[in-house]
């Protein structure tokens, strides 16, 4: 399963991150999620400034991105709290990488549902890829994670990369999903069961026949 540890301080790392600042974009952002909440209660924005951050970082870096420790500080900074709160925050949760990670983060469930549809062979093409786990491959491209239930039971199995679900997956839709993205290609997200469209039970009895705006009524009409 996925292994939770900061990456290291040094001052390597502080020449690389300590002058973070958000750019203008971002720094408009930053302003108005901290605005959603109540006065006095600023230090909830934790969560979304450090998605925030971390996808800064990795506009920098052409990588899905990260959380340097130097970073983390500005966060804590911006929202006048300790850093060990902010840490709390960024080490309780798996959406925040802390550390180095690829262009294309794999994370393969393999808890039991997974399991049981065949997680092990996904998880064995991305050893065949070589993929490293808590690392980056030579090429920038991947960083390999099994993870917990990410509740995608009814798909199984299911991988997330980056920000996509890919559910109802086998070796071969899988590997396919893979050398797409190499060539940066944007492949189909979500179910990759044929002629499904969500979870409704594959090649079972259904009254989903096409997807309907929710804007239309139960005739179809607006």
Not at 65 to 74: D, R
Not at 151 to 159: E, L, Q, R, T, Y
Not at 178 to 183: F, I, S
Not at 193 to 215: D, F, I, K, Q, Y
Request: proline share 6%.
């Amino acid at each position: 399963m996925a292994d939770r540890h900061i990456y290291p301080d040094s001052p390597e790392l502080r020449a690389r991150w300590g002058n973070f600042v958000w750019t203008e974009a971002n720094a408009a952002k930053a302003k108005e999620i901290v605005a959603r909440y109540p006065e006095g209660r600023q230090r909830s924005a934790s969560m979304p400034l450090l998605d925030l951050a971390q996808r800064q970082v990795g506009a920098e870096t052409n990588t899905q991105g990260w959380l340097p420790i130097p970073v983390m500080e500005y966060v804590a900074n911006y929202l006048d709290m300790p850093i060990i709160r902010v840490v709390e925050v960024a080490t309780f949760y798996t959406m925040y990488n802390l550390v180095p990670v690829g262009k294309f983060h794999v994370q393969v469930c393999g808890t039991t549902p997974c399991m049981l549809r065949g997680s092990d062979d996904l998880i064995s093409v991305c050893k065949a890829k070589k993929m490293p786990t808590g690392s980056v491959s030579e090429d920038g491209l991947w960083t390999f994670t099994e993870v917990e239930c990410m509740g995608n039971c009814s798909s199984a199995p299911m991988v997330q990369i980056n920000d996509d679900n890919y559910e109802d997956l086998t070796v071969e839709r899988f590997e396919g999903i893979l050398d797409a993205l190499a060539r940066g290609e944007s492949p189909k997200t979500g179910t990759q069961e044929p002629g499904r469209h969500t979870v409704e039970p594959a090649g079972a009895l259904s009254n989903l026949t096409a997807m309907v705006n929710e804007n239309h009524d139960y005739r179809g009409e607006w």
